[in-house]
RNA sequence: GGUGGGGUGACCGAGUGGCUAAUGGUAGCAGACUGUAAAUCUGCCGGGCUCUGCCCUACGUAGGUUCGAAUCCUACCCCCACCA
């Protein structure tokens, strides 16, 4: 029977396990947890691998529990970090935790005899004693420990608050907090969370006398050494909102070719003889580029479903096509960023640099300027290189939309209002 | 508390009185080429405008010297190292 931990290693989810986590896994379904930290009112495609690892630890009969960080983002993980970051207002934590939860909810089966459980370490560390956290926690820990971690020895030119210095503390907190009030067992967690989680584990072991465990993702980065998820405008997010799924689809389609197999079986649900006859189809023909498409396809249904996943095929198979004559401007609207403007606005004659921004496309009108000059941008497939254009009526196609390109891959869509 | 070093654009890092919106590199954006890939080459890369030019803002903060300062002076803030 293959178990989680055969998935998770075939899959490419494992760059590292603590000694016995293995032994244990084999055994049966567990009960383990992945920590988001509400640093934004949005996840981003980062959070799906422990996203995916909770959802295949549920698909092997483990209870998941997806906890929000909304006491540890109080105090800020040094993790990773070069230098000390800012404290955020505990409104926006809290604002940023309810987003986050809501994304979640979405990934997991909340029914079931192992139904998914949602956690806020916000209900436990806030108002946990000053007194009582040394006592019972921080007794368990010598300074010489904590100085060890790499979280905290590579600050040590920097400088590291005691604040952050702390933060391992309180994430070990949690991993107890769960072990005994809900039989947790397991974390899941980023390789650069190594050190947080086996103080975790450490904290356990002496207060319970209980062995639980760890496995660690790697680090992902694309095969062009970027850092993954930070292309395009930005961060590549979760919330609709932010990333339109249009975009999100056009995120995963993009991927290098090197990294394709990878990411279809970290992002997506495939059984791995698929992703094998896929890949073999990919490298007989890699300008058809199927494994792209399977992968964006897939990715997008997860987080936005299926009916936006097929829209976003049909709006890239559209603006990508040869057929833009024919698209469907309104199905292309509701898929792809879009701004609204008004009838007398365009009666007025709009200015294209101005639009530009509004629609997100350009971050200044000087940006936009140079852009048109330098022959990036284009009104309904046609490249536009007069800076003064103003959009006007006559612009219009379908009664109410006008298509804005930048460079091929990046569209708005202007819906006209009133 | 003392001594020394340091704070430059998204990041790294030059620049010690005018030629500096500030060399160079990275990242980003666009163009060419391609497969909506990679690599490569080219252009752009603080903001605004009535745009072969003009205006505003910017080199930790606040003042000062000077016709003119990122560069000199003063005070203050912050960081790092060593000492106490």
């Known amino acids: 029977m293959t178990t989680l931990i055969d998935t998770l290693v075939d899959r490419g989810f494992v760059q590292d396990v603590t000694p016995g986590a293995e032994a244990r896994l084999r055994l049966g379904a567990i009960t383990g947890y992945a920590g988001f930290d509400p640093t934004a009112d949005s996840l981003h ?16 009969g483990g209870t998941p529990i997806a906890l929000v960080g909304g006491g540890t983002g109080m105090v800020g993980d ?74 905290v020895k590579s600050r040590m030119d920097t400088g590291i608050s005691f604040t952050e210095f702390s933060y391992m503390l309180t994430q070990a907190h949690d991993y107890w907090h769960l072990h005994v009030t ?54 590549v997010w979760l919330d609709a909102a932010r990333t339109s799924p ?10 290098d070719d090197r990294d394709v197999e990878r990411f279809l079986k970290l992002f997506t649900f495939l059984p791995l003889d698929e992703i094998a006859h896929i890949m073999q189809a990919q490298s007989a023909e890699p ?60 009666a007025d004659g709009l200015a294209l640099t101005e639009v530009l921004v509004r629609a997100g496309l350009a971050s200044s009108k000087s940006e936009a300027r ?23 009526a006559a612009d219009v196609r379908q009664e109410r939309f006008i298509l804005l390109r930048k460079g091929k891959k990046h569209h708005a869509m202007l819906v006209v209002d009133g």
């Open 78 to 151: 040094p993790s990773g970090k070069r230098h000390e970051r800012p404290v955020l207002a505990v409104d926006e934590i809290d604002r940023n935790s309810a987003a986050i939860e809501l994304q979640l909810r979405r990934f997991l089966a909340f029914d079931g005899a192992n139904a998914a459980r949602l956690r806020n370490n916000a209900d436990w560390l806030r108002d946990l004693r000053l007194m009582d956290f040394l006592r019972d926690t921080g007794k368990h820990f010598t300074v010489n420990y904590m100085l060890q971690k790499d979280s």
């Open 246 to 255: 249009y975009e999100f689809f056009q995120f995963w389609l993009n991927a």
């Open 287 to 346: 300008a058809a580029r199927v494994a792209q498409r399977l992968l964006a396809r897939e990715a997008t249904a997860i987080v936005h479903g299926d009916d936006e996943a097929e829209r976003a095929v049909a709006a890239s198979a559209a603006v990508f096509g040869a057929g833009m004559g024919e698209a469907d401007y309104a199905a292309l609207a509701a898929t792809m960023p879009s701004c609204a403007v008004t009838r007398a606005e365009l």
């Open 182 to 235: 809900e039989g947790c067992e397991l974390q899941l967690g980023g390789s650069d969370q190594w050190g947080n989680i086996t103080a975790g584990i450490e904290l356990v072991s002496r207060r319970e006398g209980m062995q639980v465990h760890a496995v660690v993702f790697p680090l992902l980065t694309t095969a062009t050494g970027a850092k993954f998820g930070k292309s395009e405008s930005g961060n």
């Open 370 to 392: 140079r852009g048109i000059e330098g022959r990036g941008f284009s009104v309904n497939g046609e490249a536009e290189t007069d800076v003064n254009r103003r959009l006007a």
């Open 45 to 60: 495609v980062g959070s799906l691998v422990p996203i995916m690892g909770l959802a295949w630890l549920q698909r092997h």
